[in-house]
């Protein structure tokens, strides 16, 4: 006499399994985001994205105002390298040389770095989120991955957040003042 399967397991050794799988086939699955430990700082914005882009895209006036990246340099283009020095709160300056994984105009720029010989891989991203016509939401973070990368957040993590709000402050200021100059002129004009 053939030994009929066991019932299936609602709970597993570790834990709720989740729900059945439908019958014909697996459930399709989420894609997976890229893993790691995440450090970011968002903040609204009273300006349009094409007035946070316009401050964002011109690498060469970050000495202007970006507190996190003081000197800049390079050309946004999928694969180039940038030269940035990067001067985290607490922690003395040094030169980095990401390399631009992708960039949207009015949307995101994401880079990545590899440090301490791999041990550190890391996905830098500044994305902007429209709202409304003049006002977006800025996310300014860093995903931590490879071997190190949960340590360097454990001992480095508050600083780093500290100098991504710095940035995303500095950032609106300067977004906002730009637009509201061209808005007061174009105001001008038109009266």
């Not at 697996?26 to 995440?38: D, I, Q």
């Amino acid at each position: 006499m053939p030994i009929a399967p066991p019932p299936p397991l609602k709970v597993s050794p570790f834990g709720r399994m989740g729900p059945p799988k439908p019958k014909g086939g697996a459930a399709p699955k989420a894609p997976a985001g890229p893993r790691g430990v995440r450090i970011e700082h968002r903040i609204g914005v009273q300006a349009p994205a094409e007035a946070i882009w316009d401050v964002l895209y011109d690498l060469e006036s970050w000495s202007e105002w970006n507190p996190l990246y003081p000197k800049a340099s390079g050309v946004i283009r999928i694969g180039a390298p940038l030269s940035l020095t990067l001067a985290v709160p607490g922690q003395p300056e040094r030169a980095i040389q990401p390399t631009v994984l992708e960039w949207v105009p009015n949307e995101q720029l994401h880079w990545r770095l590899s440090l301490m010989g791999g041990l550190v891989k890391t996905v830098r991203y500044i994305e902007i989120d429209s709202l409304a016509e003049e006002s977006c939401i800025l996310n300014n973070g860093e995903i931590f991955g490879g071997l190190m990368g949960a340590s360097v957040v454990r001992q480095s993590g508050r600083a780093i957040h500290r100098g991504f709000q710095a940035m995303g402050e500095a950032l609106k200021a300067r977004a906002e003042a730009q637009w509201q100059a061209q808005n007061g002129a174009a105001r001008l004009t038109a009266d």
